[in-house]
C-alpha cells in the first residue's frame, strides 16, 4: 500500500481556508489552528470520516471530534462498543486510545462558517484518497454526514448515484487494487443540532455502531 503523510502545518492550497486560519492564528494564538491529522492508527479496520474540523472543537484541541458535543456523542459510543478505551477528556492529551479504528476528516482544515466548497474538498481529496490506500486492513468506512458520504464515493471512484446517503445504510463498494470490497457505513452527523432537533437520536446512532460492529467480527 502506499504511503500517507498530512498536510503541512502550513498548507497554502486553499487560499480561503489558509486566511481564516491565518484570522485564527491572531484570535487564538493558544489554539491547534492548523490542519487537523487523522486520529488512530493506519492498521485501523474501520475508518471514520466527517466532513471538516469545528472551529472551538478540532481546530482548537488538534484532534478530530474533541471539543465540543459531536466528540462527547462520537466517543462515548466508540467507548460503549469497545472501539476506544480510557476516558474521553475532550482534549488531545487524555490518553484515549482508539481500538482497531481511525477517524479523519475530508477537509482537514476549519472552513468559515463550518462549510467548506467544491474547490476546498477537491484540493483536500489528495490526502484521503492516500490515507485510505494506505490502510491494508481496511474493511468498513462510516460517512458522518451526506457530504461526508459523497466526499469518500468521490475518493473511491463509486457513483453517487448508485450509492445514495441513507442513515444506516451498508453499500458495498468494489474498489480498485483491493482484493475485497469495502462497505460503506451512513449516519447522520452527531452534531448537537442533529440531536436536538431529533433527527438523531442516541440509539439510532447506536445502530448503525452495532451493525459497523457485526460487519468487523
Known sequence: MAGFAEPARDCALCPRLAAFRADNRRQF???H???VPAFGGLDARLLIVGLAPGLRGA????RPFTGDYAGDLLYATLAKFDLARGSYGARADDGLALVDTRITNAVRCVPPENKPIGAEERACR???VAEIAAMPNLEVVLALGTLAHNAVLTTLGARRAAHPFRHG???ELTVKD???????SDSYHCSRYNTNTGRLTVAMFEEVFARVKEKLR
Not at 178 to 184: I, K, M, T
Open 59 to 62: 481546530n482548537r484541541t488538534s
Open 178 to 184: 483491493r482484493a475485497r470490497p469495502l462497505l460503506l
Open 126 to 128: 489528495p490526502f484521503l
Open 29 to 31: 494564538p493558544d489554539w
Open 33 to 35: 489552528n492548523a490542519p
Open 169 to 171: 445504510a451498508l453499500h
